[in-house]
């Protein structure tokens, strides 16, 4: 099998490092940030409880105490990764809860604080396929002529009973017009992913694969189902009524999502970490280098690439 020609791989993966490196020639961080916004999961705008696997506390800095300004947390973060990575970009992620939860002109003083700190190249919103209207895409899409602006949908699966269990609120037709909405402004769209749901095959997960890889996607995150104490899947855990992934199945089912996307999706994350002091499991996914190393070890064993599949039918 041919490693694509059209990148400068560094994986058999189209990497997020890597696609930041070559679109900026320099090392770029996304630095989280917590606005304080809600999510209308949580507050009974759409639904109570939110997502079975969100255990609701938010960021880490949020449970510290009063939230420091957008621009104060661009500067912490920027000095961390400065010294930590030697990072000279940064994108400005707003990732805790629905980042478009808000009135535009509430949103636009927000993103308007965040490009305005020096080296900051870009945005990435993280929300709900079910809040962005046109007039939030609109304000995106101004942002998009002049900086990197990463629209991210929480989608986890393409299928509604999968959806409908795991409390999302929203249907895959939802998640499907937020990205067909989106497309062609301008916009990097990023879908989320979860491997290893509830009453989930693996058959199941490809077809959720193939689906997002028909979308105009841009890039993808995938993780295993992580159960935290005080979710609803931390709770079905506890008592045994749910198992989670072991670590070679899960290298095994995300090395065959890698093969059905296309080439040019970027992976921004391929595993995924929880917070220590409510992690129940699985064990394995909090050793994130290991994981990684073995997915590597599993493309290389099968000689395979990103997008190896994408073309092939069911
Ligand atoms: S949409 Fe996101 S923030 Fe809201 S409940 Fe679900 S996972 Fe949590």
């Not at 290893?196 to 295993?224: C, F, I, Q, W, Y």
């Not at 506890?238 to 296309?262: A, N």
């Not at 499991?281 to 190393?293: I, T």
Request: with cysteine; charged share 25%.
């Amino acid at each position: 099998m041919t490693k694509p020609a059209s990148r400068r791989a560094r994986k058999r993966y189209f990497d997020f490092k890597s696609f930041l490196v070559d679109r900026f020639g320099c090392r770029v961080y996304k630095l989280q940030i917590d606005a304080g916004f809600t999510c209308p999961n949580r507050d009974g705008t759409i639904a109570v409880g939110g997502c079975a696997y969100c255990d609701g506390r938010g960021s880490s800095l949020r449970q510290k105490g009063p939230l420091p300004a957008v621009a104060q947390q661009i500067a912490d973060g920027k000095a961390l990764y400065r010294n930590l990575r030697g990072a000279a970009k940064f994108i400005a992620y707003f990732q805790t809860f629905t980042n478009t939860y808000a009135p535009v002109e509430s949103l636009r003083a927000l993103y308007d604080e965040a490009l305005a700190q020096p080296d900051v190249v870009g945005l990435s919103i993280g929300t709900r396929p079910d809040c962005v209207d046109e007039d939030v895409l609109r304000l995106l899409e101004g942002y998009a002529g002049r900086s990197h602006v990463w629209v991210e949908y929480g989608l986890q699966s393409i299928h509604d009973g999968t959806l409908g269990r795991m409390n999302r609120g929203h249907d895959s037709a939802c998640f499907a017009d937020a990205v067909r909405r989106t497309a062609g402004r301008g916009l990097f769209i990023c879908a989320h992913i979860i491997l290893g749901l509830p009453g989930e095959t693996r058959a199941d997960m490809m077809k959720t694969a193939r689906a997002v890889a028909a979308l105009p996607v841009d890039g993808v995150k995938v993780h295993s189902l992580l159960a935290l104490r005080g979710t609803e899947v931390g709770r079905l855990f506890e008592e045994g009524k749910i198992s989670l992934m072991g670590q070679e199945d899960y290298v095994s089912t995300v090395c065959d999502v890698l093969e059905l996307l296309p080439p040019s999706v970027v992976i921004q994350r391929i595993t995924a970490e929880g917070y220590r002091d409510i992690y129940l499991g699985p064990g394995w996914a909090q050793s994130k280098l290991k994981v990684l190393n073995a997915i590597d070890r599993e493309l290389e064993k099968r000689d395979t690439w990103q997008g190896a599949k994408y073309m092939e039918r069911d």
